[in-house]
DNA sequence: GACAAGTACGAACGATCGTACTATTTTATC
DNA sequence: GATAAAATAGTACGATCGTTCGTACTTGTC
């Protein structure tokens, strides 16, 4: 039965792309069943009902973050290499989205809306702080930042300069913001030599 | 006539607060009208349309943020203890409100939805960072600040770090999320020292 | 006190929301 | 090719969406 699996998939893809711009919230069940060619009923039997849904398109962003974003910079060498990676890829995904990324995006959406997609939703944050950290704790360990650091300020310093460049890139169109987050994220690299 | 100016006060003040939790979008007027134990007809007599009451709440935010954060801050001594004053009233700003500042959470959800709404938010957004430069730019002159600072990304820079501090402070309840906001605000200032 | 203007209500509209049922078609297995 | 399972469609539900309309009550002005 790999067919039920390919219209999940496709469902899931447009879904992923529709929260981006409108949010998880108005996602929209007769919405998306038109944007997929599928009847309201038809899509709905795939998730029973729309937070499962909610929370479908989130673990479908998680993977695709996790393969696009994180993988491909942990194979490149460790310290401000990896960094540098991990930041350029982060801004590659977002900006494959039409309304950027969804987790900036779910986040400001879900920070008041408790229930499990939120629940799903912080967890998933916190797993990338913690990435964050981990790379920041490889990056000393080759000696590219000195041994004294705080991880977590740095996860913090980094996550910030990709909302900024986030809420710039999608708000103006600043032909200037990719020199600006060079610059942002040059200043706190060297801050942690 | 003071009545209906009154009873338009008090909507826009829950509607504000309700935009701030669920997001613009999702700001109902029959949800509204509940709130504030009006009819549904009364309440749309205000505004005539939906896309007007998001207008006029992003406005009355607008005048809010003005009056709370921009004007006490101009009152302080310019340069340093002016943009510090400048943080600190725009994160009990911030807080005040139970789903964080509108204005991020409306930046992400009108990111991808034309019309006057986000016209009218970009303009915001653009005052807000213009504020952010004429800051700098007095903190320049006082000598706080070098002479060749570019003030764009001492912008980009400071809202970055309220956009930082504001995710975490409404996603986590991170006790030290004060800290890392302050360690990181003294860097960026060094920065440009 | 009359009268106009401002303010709020109740009822109703077509549309869409999420969800529940029952068919019907498509697919995989033997 | 028969058959069971899976996938999709159809229809309908109560609720709520934004909006319109006619009407009542309140207020300030003359």
Redesign the pocket.
Known sequence: ?????D??FTVLEVGLDMASQLGLEC?????LAKAT??????????F????NLQIEILNHAAQSFSESVIIPALKIKAGIPRIRALVDNWIQWSSELTGGCIFVSASADFSDRPGKVRDVLLHQQKEWIDCLKRIAQSAVQVGDFRQDIDDDQFAFDLYSLLLGFHLYYNLFDDAEIRKRQEAALTRILNSYK
Chains 1, 2 share one sequence.
């Open positions: 039965m790999a067919k039920g699996k219209t999940k996602v929209t069940i007769g919405n060619n599928l009847s309201k009923s038809g899509l709905f039997a795939h029973q009902s729309k937070e």
